[in-house]
């Protein structure tokens, strides 16, 4: 008992993040127990969902590394992540056949997830070496040119891509003999050709490789390397002075997070079983910047819960509004509201052509009530309160040295 | 606290060799010319001032120096080695610190983390390390906290360890740049105007902690408006007025040297 008084007085009354890390981890484990009892056995489709959000998880995870960690803004992350899809699909699916190489490459899940991962990160020094010279803005812009160039040639070289049809029936995962478990979908034993097919299985594939991710980010955070992140953050002229190489630490982060969009793009891709250059559009790059900030730039646990909120508003709240709408409208006895009548289209399809006026009342709502983002990290929370906070934090280092 | 090793061996010979060579060294911005073929020697060991009137091209002459702003002609010869161009991190690497005449301190990390960020270009820990903490990682941390904890001490401020640096108080902000410094492990320390905005008393401890630098074996070369502290405590100053070099020698001689007096006070008509 005394140990377990010692280790909260210890750990998470100074650090709200582990209390942040255990909630997620509970939440993350007893998700699907949870889904199944409260769908009646029918969980398949929200567990499913879940396997989904985990892929942007995983690209805020890498987007904060890029954005939070080391200061830099990159308008346009979505393109690693369109990269890291369509390595799978090239490596993975039939596709080899229609194009010049008139042969089909089938290579195993995992392999080409490392794959991408390096491809994308390799893509992410292309682009960076060459601009990480510029500072802000420019950074932005030419992040911008990226996104939007990356898709395009996607698109536009159809005969090694198809165009707009994209390509599909990528292989489905399969894992090795040695890890099947309960969530296989299949009895114990020697299963020879195991698939993911199980959304359960996605769901804790990806639980697992989330973990093993933010652990990582974690360590790299508290090192050498974070430690140079903070300071050219901060000052990259006094960086470069006490012998920070700020160049080669400004690519590290953009690979780095490059690489964490490659994989997710694998992942996507082998969900879906296919990838299409609509997938992957300036939308998407916006949507992983607004998931960091809104969840507390520089923070995993912050960037983790805001991923996890804007997807539950972009694909779960926002598509059911129409139906929202019109339960309520029939249960305070306004029927006729349904039906269109003139210019008024139904207050289904009202509601949802107003979709993203409400995504947007949403996000301004958060940032007005907690500017600092949902679990903003120390550096972030103390930056939005100038002024007010330097008294405090002197007293209180007197009185505890005294 | 270790001296370190970069700073030379206090035998006759290399006492002699100066340490830091400014070799014709012109700095021009567009049609400015901030610095004007200036020549000195720094030596080894000792505490070396350059003065002049705002504007006479000091700073720029650090940020030369220090590979912020490269001179546009000249050499700058470091230990025997050139360092004309290099960038500031690569010059850092060599054994040049520096500080900043407006405090460029990291301001949402803490005092450790910024001494601890010093020592950065002294650490071995590989991309590797860092991301899996390995045994070796852990134990370099442990090295660089220690060493950051007595850098604290050191200056005088160990119990702002925990505090933003930009919540600590203005001296003691001075103070934390002089322990970042020093955590690169300098042999050269540049401070510029290090006792701007002290009151007299803290004027005073700066000279003896400058003072307990030198001990160690670190040369130190300065920027300083105050006279009173330039005069008592360097060795011999250089004097730069609009970009050029008019006087050099020690307190004494630059004391008395008309062109100074000019410089400073105005022609006599």
Same mark, same amino acid.
Request: charged share 15%; with cysteine.
């Given at each position: *008992?005394?140990?377990? =008084?010692?280790?909260?007085?210890?750990?998470? =009354?100074?650090?709200?993040?582990?209390?942040?890390?255990?909630?997620?981890?509970?939440?993350?484990?007893?998700?699907?127990?949870?889904?199944?009892?409260?769908?009646?056995?029918?969980?398949?489709?929200?567990?499913?969902?879940?396997?989904?959000?985990?892929?942007?998880?995983?690209?805020?995870?890498?987007?904060?590394?890029?954005?939070?960690?080391?200061?830099?803004? #990159?308008?346009?992350?979505?393109?690693?992540?369109?990269?890291?899809?369509?390595?799978?699909?090239?490596?993975?699916?039939?596709?080899?056949?229609?194009?010049?190489?008139?042969?089909?490459?089938?290579?195993?899940?995992?392999?080409?997830?490392?794959?991408? *991962? %390096?491809?994308?990160?390799?893509?992410?020094?292309?682009?960076?070496?060459?601009?990480?010279?510029?500072?802000?803005?420019?950074?932005?812009?030419?992040?911008?040119?990226?996104?939007?160039?990356?898709?395009?040639?996607?698109?536009?070289?159809?005969?090694?891509?198809?165009?707009?049809?994209?390509?599909?029936?990528?292989?489905?995962?399969?894992?090795?003999?040695?890890?099947?478990?309960?969530?296989?979908?299949?009895?114990?034993?020697? &299963?020879? #050709?195991?698939?993911?097919?199980?959304?359960?299985?996605?769901?804790?594939?990806?639980?697992?490789?989330?973990?093993?991710?933010?652990?990582?980010?974690?360590?790299?955070?508290?090192?050498?390397?974070?430690?140079?992140?903070?300071?050219?953050?901060?000052?990259?002229?006094?960086?470069?002075?006490?012998?920070?190489?700020?160049?080669?630490?400004?690519?590290?982060?953009?690979?780095?997070?490059?690489?964490?969009?490659?994989?997710?793009?694998?992942?996507?891709?082998?969900?879906?079983?296919?990838?299409?250059?609509?997938?992957?559009?300036?939308?998407?790059?916006?949507?992983?910047?607004?998931?960091?900030?809104?969840?507390?730039?520089?923070?995993?646990?912050?960037?983790?819960?805001?991923?996890?909120?804007?997807?539950?508003?972009?694909?779960?709240?926002?598509?059911?509004?129409?139906?929202?709408?019109?339960?309520?409208?029939?249960?305070?006895?306004?029927?006729?509201?349904?039906?269109?009548?003139?210019?008024?289209?139904?207050?289904?399809?009202?509601?949802?052509?107003?979709?993203?006026?409400?995504?947007?009342?949403?996000?301004?709502?958060?940032?007005?009530?907690?500017?600092?983002?949902?679990?903003?990290?120390?550096?972030?929370?103390?930056?939005?309160?100038?002024?007010?906070?330097?008294?405090?934090?002197?007293?209180?280092?007197?009185?505890?040295?005294? | 606290?270790?001296?370190?090793?970069?700073?030379?061996?206090?035998?006759?010979?290399?006492?002699?060799?100066?340490?830091?060579?400014?070799?014709?060294?012109?700095?021009?911005?567009?049609?400015?010319?901030?610095?004007?073929?200036?020549?000195?020697?720094?030596?080894?060991?000792?505490?070396?001032?350059?003065?002049?009137?705002?504007?006479?091209?000091?700073?720029?002459?650090?940020?030369?120096?220090?590979?912020?702003?490269?001179?546009?002609?000249?050499?700058?010869?470091?230990?025997?080695?050139?360092?004309?161009?290099?960038?500031?991190?690569?010059?850092?690497?060599?054994?040049?610190?520096?500080?900043?005449?407006?405090?460029?301190? %990291?301001?949402? *990390?803490?005092?450790?983390?910024? &001494?601890?960020?010093?020592?950065?270009?002294? *650490?071995?820990?590989?991309?590797?390390?860092?991301?899996?903490?390995?045994?070796?990682?852990?134990?370099?941390?442990?090295?660089?906290?220690?060493?950051?904890?007595?850098?604290?001490?050191?200056?005088?401020?160990?119990?702002?360890?925990?505090?933003?640096?930009?919540?600590?108080?203005?001296?003691?902000?001075? =103070?934390?740049?002089?322990?970042?410094?020093?955590?690169?492990?300098?042999?050269?320390?540049?401070?510029?105007?290090?006792?701007?905005?002290?009151?007299?008393?803290?004027?005073?401890?700066?000279?003896?902690?400058?003072?307990?630098?030198?001990?160690?074996?670190?040369?130190?070369?300065?920027?300083?408006?105050?006279?009173?502290?330039?005069?008592?405590?360097?060795?011999?100053?250089?004097?730069?007025?609009?970009?050029?070099?008019?006087?050099?020698?020690?307190?004494?001689?630059?004391?008395?040297?008309? =062109?100074?007096?000019?410089?400073?006070?105005?022609?006599?008509?």
């Amino acid at each position: *008992m005394t140990s377990l =008084r010692q280790f909260w007085q210890s750990g998470p =009354r100074r650090d709200p993040n582990t209390i942040a890390y255990t909630v997620l981890l509970v939440a993350a484990i007893s998700f699907p127990v949870l889904a199944q009892v409260a769908t009646g056995g029918n969980s398949s489709f929200i567990i499913s969902v879940a396997g989904d959000a985990g892929v942007y998880v995983l690209l805020t995870i890498g987007l904060n590394v890029v954005v939070g960690f080391a200061g830099l803004l #990159d308008l346009g992350y979505a393109a690693f992540f369109a990269i890291g899809a369509y390595t799978y699909a090239f490596l993975a699916s039939d596709h080899g056949v229609v194009t010049p190489l008139h042969e089909a490459i089938h290579l195993p899940f995992w392999i080409v997830l490392l794959i991408a *991962m %390096f491809i994308a990160a390799s893509f992410g020094v292309l682009l960076g070496a060459p601009t990480l010279r510029l500072r802000g803005d420019y950074l932005a812009i030419v992040t911008l040119g990226f996104g939007e160039i990356v898709p395009r040639v996607f698109k536009n070289a159809a005969t090694w891509t198809s165009g707009v049809n994209g390509i599909s029936a990528l292989d489905i995962p399969s894992l090795p003999l040695w890890i099947q478990g309960p969530w296989a979908g299949a009895p114990f034993g020697i &299963v020879r #050709d195991f698939k993911i097919i199980e959304p359960l299985a996605y769901y804790v594939v990806m639980v697992i490789l989330l973990i093993i991710c933010v652990i990582l980010v974690r360590n790299l955070h508290r090192s050498r390397l974070g430690r140079a992140w903070m300071a050219v953050r901060e000052d990259e002229v006094a960086a470069a002075a006490m012998g920070v190489n700020t160049v080669a630490v400004k690519l590290l982060a953009f690979s780095i997070g490059a690489a964490f969009s490659g994989f997710a793009g694998t992942y996507y891709g082998a969900k879906l079983s296919l990838v299409s250059p609509e997938n992957f559009g300036f939308a998407v790059s916006i949507t992983i910047l607004v998931m960091v900030v809104l969840g507390g730039m520089g923070n995993i646990p912050g960037v983790i819960t805001g991923s996890l909120l804007i997807y539950g508003v972009i694909f779960i709240f926002l598509p059911q509004l129409p139906e929202y709408a019109t339960g309520f409208v029939t249960s305070v006895g306004l029927g006729d509201l349904t039906r269109s009548n003139g210019d008024f289209p139904g207050i289904a399809e009202f509601i949802s052509r107003l979709k993203f006026l409400v995504f947007g009342f949403i996000l301004v709502l958060v940032m007005l009530v907690r500017p600092q983002g949902l679990l903003p990290s120390r550096e972030r929370e103390q930056e939005l309160q100038k002024g007010t906070h330097e008294d405090t934090t002197i007293v209180d280092v007197n009185a505890e040295t005294a | 606290m270790s001296a370190a090793p970069a700073a030379g061996s206090p035998s006759a010979e290399s006492v002699d060799r100066p340490i830091l060579r400014v070799d014709h060294v012109t700095k021009r911005f567009g049609g400015l010319l901030a610095v004007d073929d200036v020549t000195f020697d720094v030596k080894r060991g000792e505490i070396f001032a350059l003065i002049g009137p705002n504007g006479a091209g000091k700073t720029t002459l650090f940020n030369g120096i220090t590979g912020i702003f490269p001179p546009t002609s000249g050499r700058i010869v470091f230990q025997d080695q050139e360092i004309t161009g290099a960038r500031p991190h690569q010059v850092a690497a060599l054994g040049i610190a520096r500080t900043f005449q407006n405090i460029r301190l %990291f301001e949402y *990390m803490s005092a450790l983390d910024n &001494v601890r960020l010093g020592q950065h270009c002294r *650490m071995r820990a590989k991309l590797w390390d860092s991301l899996f903490k390995t045994p070796r990682e852990q134990r370099e941390e442990r090295e660089v906290t220690d060493r950051a904890n007595e850098l604290l001490k050191f200056v005088g401020i160990e119990r702002y360890a925990q505090t933003y640096a930009r919540n600590l108080p203005y001296g003691s902000q001075r =103070r934390l740049e002089i322990a970042r410094a020093l955590a690169t492990h300098p042999a050269l320390l540049l401070l510029d105007e290090p006792a701007a905005g002290f009151t007299p008393q803290e004027k005073v401890e700066l000279m003896g902690l400058v003072h307990q630098i030198v001990d160690q074996g670190i040369t130190v070369f300065l920027i300083e408006h105050d006279m009173k502290v330039v005069m008592g405590i360097s060795r011999r100053i250089v004097v730069l007025d609009h970009g050029e070099k008019i006087a050099e020698g020690t307190p004494e001689k630059v004391r008395n040297d008309q =062109r100074v007096i000019e410089a400073y006070l105005g022609k006599q008509h």
